[in-house]
């Protein structure tokens, strides 16, 4: 069986401003996702940059925030 998992995006928190980029496993429901803490640009980057690694779990992975 393969380990599957999904980014999602929530549309109404990036409405709202708020960190709106999720990692979810595949088995659990939406409360139990992990909050990236990034916008999208930014992740798509970094996962070129990390040749599709999941770097979003590197104990010392910290996200530079954008600037405005």
Not at 9 to 26: P, R, T
Not at 34 to 59: H, R, V
């Amino acid at each position: 069986m393969a380990n599957t998992a999904m980014i999602f995006i929530d549309s109404l928190a990036y409405i709202e401003g708020k960190n709106y980029l999720f990692w979810q496993d595949c088995i659990n429901s939406y409360e139990y996702a992990i909050d990236l803490n990034m916008d999208f640009a930014t992740w798509l980057e970094l996962l070129i940059i990390a040749q599709g690694s999941e770097y979003w779990f590197w104990p010392s992975f910290v996200p530079d925030k954008p600037n405005p």
